[in-house]
């Protein structure tokens, strides 16, 4: 009955509606997890042949695309340090890590960023406080949209085509090892662009140095408001 369920869901248009929404919501909102449906619908397209596999490429792209833009907006609107989800000690080391990154690597960190869940709305929230250019920030986060979704998209390929004797057993098995593969990604990506991770809880944050990288239109000093 659960297969059928997940069979019916899959085959109605609707299914991309929600695809879309889980991956624009995921882009300033971490709880929704936008690589499993993902996962999940390519694992289902790969063994049933519903729902159309280029289509859950676009739209995961464009969904994750918007999800971007809305961050990078929320961050040049409001004080990112002041909401709720970054007020605690983690959150204002991660903000911390974000900002540190793209003074040091902007284009490439934002581009790794799309594939650490929490990190990605982190430095593009933190991108758009620090005035980084929008011109910018949206050919990068295009390249980055795409890449996410097409890789997304090859890890239900592949479960779906190992496991498509059982749909629902290949979607789950999707999903767990895409969960493992994002982790082994998260910590390649660190390695790769040798950035110091968020500080633990009660850890003294390393004072940021002031650094001027193509994009970014403000000075690091603290305090100072970042530019229109």
Avoid: K
């Amino acid at each position: 009955m659960l297969e059928q369920w997940a069979l019916d869901l899959a085959a109605s248009p609707w299914v991309f509606a929600a695809l879309f929404g889980f991956a624009t919501v995921d882009g300033f909102f971490p709880p929704v997890p936008s690589e499993s449906l993902v996962i999940a619908l390519a694992s289902l397209s790969t063994s049933t042949g519903s729902p159309v596999l280029w289509a859950v490429v676009v739209v995961a792209a464009l969904g994750a695309f918007t999800g971007d833009q809305v961050a990078f907006q929320i961050g040049r609107a409001v004080r990112i340090r002041e909401l709720r989800g970054f007020r605690g000690r983690r959150g204002q080391a991660l903000l911390d890590w974000a900002e540190r990154a793209l003074r040091d690597r902007g284009a490439a960190f934002i581009i790794a960023a799309r594939y650490i869940p929490v990190g990605r709305v982190a430095v593009n929230m933190t991108a758009g406080a620090l005035g980084f250019s929008r011109r910018r920030f949206v050919g990068l986060t295009a390249v980055a949209a795409v890449t996410w979704a097409c890789y997304s998209t090859l890890i239900g390929i592949g479960t779906g085509t190992v496991l498509g004797h059982s749909p629902v057993v290949g979607v789950v098995a999707g999903v767990v090892g895409g969960f493992v593969i994002g982790l082994v990604v998260d910590w390649v990506l660190r390695r790769w662009l040798r950035i110091e991770a968020p500080a633990a809880p009660g850890a003294p944050a390393a004072e940021a140095q002031p650094v001027l990288v193509p994009g970014v239109r403000v000075a690091a000093d603290e305090g100072e408001a970042p530019a229109a």
